[in-house]
């Protein structure tokens, strides 16, 4: 069993800890105020890093436009094409 850092959205949250099991599950989450993690450290271990956070892919002009809610047919009535 070993203990990974989550990735935190807002640097103001606290610190959650997946706990992942020896098949390779994570069953729990908790903060450092665990009492099982906390002996997990006090045994000398460290928890890894957290997995670095995929960056999205950039989107097409049709998915921008789409987000905006516009169709090609309006954005060309609002250009006068």
């Given at each position: 069993?070993?203990?990974?850092?989550?990735p935190?959205?807002?640097?103001?949250?606290p610190?959650i800890?997946?706990r992942?099991?020896?098949?390779g599950?994570?069953?729990?989450?908790?903060?450092?105020?665990h009492?099982p993690?906390?002996?997990?450290l006090?045994e000398?271990?460290?928890?890894?890093?957290?997995?670095?956070?995929?960056?999205?892919e950039?989107?097409?002009?049709q998915q921008?436009?789409?987000?905006?809610?516009?169709?090609i047919?309006?954005?060309?009535?609002?250009l006068?094409l």
């Amino acid at each position: 069993m070993i203990y990974q850092e989550l990735p935190k959205p807002n640097p103001e949250d606290p610190q959650i800890y997946a706990r992942i099991d020896d098949d390779g599950l994570c069953r729990l989450t908790c903060t450092e105020d665990h009492e099982p993690f906390q002996e997990w450290l006090e045994e000398g271990n460290t928890p890894l890093p957290p997995d670095p956070i995929p960056e999205p892919e950039p989107l097409t002009a049709q998915q921008k436009l789409e987000a905006a809610g516009l169709t090609i047919e309006e954005l060309k009535g609002l250009l006068g094409l």
